[in-house]
């Protein structure tokens, strides 16, 4: 199948600064994004746990974003803005995606 | 005295402290017992609808009295300054830095609405009355507090750190403000006839869902302790003990000024001595996210919560009692 | 009139709708207020099992009557017939192609079990009683309507596009259809005692659970509305409010011939008045993945709803009082 | 024996067991109902707490009786025990290998706490009361049967497998374990007046979650029939059947040793012939990875669950009421 | 470690189309797959979230596909059969995994 | 932007067997990982969905781990002696990432 060179960005991100950094994404030109949900994890701040929780403050989402390699420093450096004080880990890949027209 | 101290053992041995005991055992123990979060959401959604729309039916049977819009001013002022006091004793009791020191403060000038919920069911197990438009003063607290922080940060010379934009609104609008203000209105709008309606769903299984929703609040504590443990200094604890019952007293005075019944001196004292741990985590993780939550959430959640939900609030309601009768 | 205006004036002020309108209002304003999918599934299921248990009991208490194969069949035919209305007056009124036109007609053939309920609980508030059977019937009407959309879609000429292998036993069996169906033959079998066993759990906190239900319908819709205003031409909303009124003249007649009951009537009026988004919206993304699905969610969810909740209900009741007397 | 048919019978009407018949039926025919998960994990919170307390309750109601030692003494050797029948039967019946043998095993020794949830509500409905602290004895069974295992595949030469670090505070600390347990103290600590300010959650809506909650059982049991089915032989099956007979036979004469009521001797039968779902399982993943679990959890929750849910417990009433009198 | 080249496809679909989907993957040879939940997203057709859904019509999901290099194109094919009218996203990455004999 | 060689480990786990996985992942000196849900799945041993499971026995959990490329054999030895003996997939790809001193 007739397939297309892209970069698959990856943030994982606190949950309380998702809609900054979508808003962010979408502010550099990004044509979607998809958001998974996260279950706990560890880092340099500690490990944390989504069960029990009852307060946003603690959980994470990552973000995942698919577009075309020469939007990547655009990306990049809105995401940056909004990830540089904050907690999380960004990713960048390469893949390849069908139906290019759509990123 | 004696009275007191009965009220303590009395309020210990509750199906509600001993649930919140049970999950701060297991934690410790690192039993994998755990509540969704789903769950335990849809339980705090339950107890914020809840307690608003009882609240509302209250104040649309008593009818409402001047004091309302005093009390919102009054609990507003607290939030405003119990911040100051907060963070003003932290440096001196503790070593935490500016920024921390700020956020821990936010929380303790902003309320808990469990503890409030707690409280509100030790004084119905008493027999004592309160006023009904107590749980909106409780959601006027909740968010002054924030900008109190943020106000400490940035005279501390920190001038770059400008407001992040959306955070008031976020903060003014966050859930579980909207819904103990909206259940609030509806249950102002419906009444008695509405409260007949729902009441097998919010009244009778209120305290059990309670339990329950305090189980999962010490799996948390339990886990923030075991987690946090280390950095929860001589200071620090004892910061976490003494904060709450500065709030209280500085609560009992505005109570008694506004002439309060004795449930809402109790009530207005309890709001002042909790500390929050949904609204304010949540916001300091956006407008000042090199702050330590591990701090301040166990600080809030590990000592303060347990401590008034055992000691305090029957210390505050017999302070209440014998300075205003009743 | 008087006496519609009271019933409307009553109905709008109860706890129900008011936590609708206050979910509406929350999205609206961009509270972060939301209630987890897996509360808002678990209380879906919770009031269809309700529903359908209290149906077949009630059809155990009253005895069966011959007309429960009609109504049945009344039902499957309202539900095949309604979108061949609803389509042509979208031709009519407003300018959206026969794909999303006929998606659209499918949701106003089919019938929301959350307007149903809504409307059984202010026949009960009314002493009314209904057949216990109706909802078999809502559960007969889910699907058919789906069947006359894709229909309408090979009719427009597009006839490569065959039905979906699996489609159908999808719809069929789809959960809310089991769930409803299922409880109500549970119901049916153990009757009066059963249902004494289980009363407090489906009976007493019913009215509670449906405020919370409905305040997270009002988030939903609000969210809608926020995002799919847009496209909400003024021929496309005029169409959300005559769409109903029509359906329930179609109930009415059907109701009246089969001899209903004025709560039967009221409620087959109500089941045809109503627009699925649920069931509906589910088959419609899998057999015309190329509709708008912000179109008819919008609608559906955004306008009719609302427009049932609020004054719908209440009007359709006094025309069945009216007309059937009672 | 009549009385025997006539209890089998109308505890096969109950909504308890046709919710769990609607589940399995719903899952054969491969409806898409389904319960989200963190809800069937609140559900099976909230049950265990509740019969916990319950439990507890009693225990504080009655006084301690020195059978309650004894009893959990039995519990314990009962659920070291029958896992060495079950594996001999295993091996006798069927030709699966050592290694799943010993994980089918385990599941027969340890217990289902929803059979015994169940049982209770059974002897409720009859009017037999059973002593308080049996939902102890649950809670030691739980465990001691995934030790038999082990040992069981030790000796069978496997000699490097060594034990899992941690698997034994793992098991001994699982959440359901310290729910029970937990909550069980917390009855018996706060005893009548406690119950009294949590019966409305706890009580009164406790059979109907326990139908939702056989609702969700029933689904996760068909899928199991649906996927697992092939690998369950004629053998396979006839043991699903007999162990728990077997397993009953023993709780009855360890029962009736211990001079219990007669509700007691029923609720001992029951544990013994009960098969884990939950616990063992996960500590089969743990420490007995190669087993396979398809094969566990189809024969415990699809074959001996139903069995005992629907024939079983009426069955061994009868035995104890026959035996034991009363 | 011994590791072999593999393809690791991910594709996100509307949750209503999961079956439809995980059977083409089958019928293509598959041998395995994962399905990740989905929080929310946004694209060409709007945004969403999961929050407060009551209906499977809107929630989607993602299906991860680890598979042999020479098995591509076949998955991709009997993928892009049923994502073709439907929203969403597939994207290829080159992996390496352990224990390539379970692919 | 300044970009960094890193290994993206992906290992889709069962749930019981989490803290194991990650308490070797940290002795193997790996500083973060996170901890993705799973919804369901299939492979070798069947099919499975979390739809009503009240047991964590069959649940999966997928642990993302992102680590400098010199670290990635320690990682996988410590992984694979955990991973061995139960079902689940590995999968390594290549990735850039911000902020290098993360790592
Ligand atoms: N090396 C890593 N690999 C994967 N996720 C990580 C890594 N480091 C941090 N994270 C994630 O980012 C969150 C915050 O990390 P930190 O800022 O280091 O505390 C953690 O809770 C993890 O979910
Ligand atoms: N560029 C992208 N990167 C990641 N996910 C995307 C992207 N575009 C679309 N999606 C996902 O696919 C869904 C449907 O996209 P669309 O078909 O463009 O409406 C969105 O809701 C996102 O979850
Ligand atoms: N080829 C694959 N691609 C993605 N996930 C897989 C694959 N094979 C197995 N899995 C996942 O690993 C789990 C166990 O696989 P198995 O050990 O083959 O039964 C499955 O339920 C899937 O979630
Ligand atoms: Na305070
Ligand atoms: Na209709
Ligand atoms: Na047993």
Known sequence: MQTHQAKRVEITIEAVMESRLTDALKKSGVTGYTVLPVLGGSGRSGAWSRAGQISRASGMVQVVCIIRPDRLDDLLEGAFAVVERHIGVVTVTDCVVLRAERF | ?????????????????????????????????????????????????????????????????????????????????????????????????????????????????????????????????????????AAAMEAPAILSALWLVARGGDGARKMEPNLLREIML??????????????????????????????????????????????????????????????????????????????????????????????????????????VPAAMRVALPEANPSLYLTLSLGVTFPFNLTLGIPLYLALAQTVNGG
């Not at chain 2, 005991?21 to 509540?35: C, F, M, Q, T």
């Not at chain 2, 003494?242 to 505005?254: Q, R, Y």
């Open chain 2, 1 to 137: 005295m004696d009275q007191l101290l009965g009220l303590a053992a009395e309020n210990l041995i509750s199906p509600i402290i001993l649930s919140f005991a049970l999950g701060v055992a297991a934690s410790l123990a690192r039993s994998d017992l755990s509540i969704p979060e789903a769950v335990a959401k849809g339980m705090s959604i339950y107890l914020l609808f809840a307690i608003g729309f009882k609240g509302g039916v209250s104040v649309a049977d008593h009818g409402i009295d001047g004091r309302l819009g005093l009390a919102l001013l009054a609990g507003i002022t607290l939030s405003f300054v119990l911040p100051l006091i907060a963070f003003a004793l932290l440096r001196v009791m503790t070593r935490i830095d500016t920024l921390d020191a700020a956020a821990v403060a936010a929380h303790y000038g902003s309320i808990s609405i469990v503890t409030f919920v707690a409280a509100t069911s030790v004084l119905e197990s008493q027999g004592l009355a309160a006023e009904g438009y107590m749980v909106a003063v």
């Open chain 2, 174 to 279: 966050n859930g579980s403000i909207v819904l103990l203000v909206g259940s609030f209105f509806i249950g102002w709008a419906t009444g008695k006839e509405g409260l007949a309606d729902i009441a097998p769903f919010i009244v009778s299984p209120f305290q059990g869902v309670l339990c329950l929703f305090l189980l999962d609040m010490g799996l948390v504590a339990g886990r923030g302790l075991r987690e946090g443990g280390r950095i929860m200094r001589p200071g620090v604890l004892a910061f976490g003990v003494i904060m709450p019952l500065i709030g209280s007293v500085c609560g009992l005075g505005f109570g008694m000024a506004l002439g309060l019944s004795t449930g809402g001196v109790a009530l207005m004292m309890v709001l002042s001595a909790s500390a929050s741990y949904i609204a």
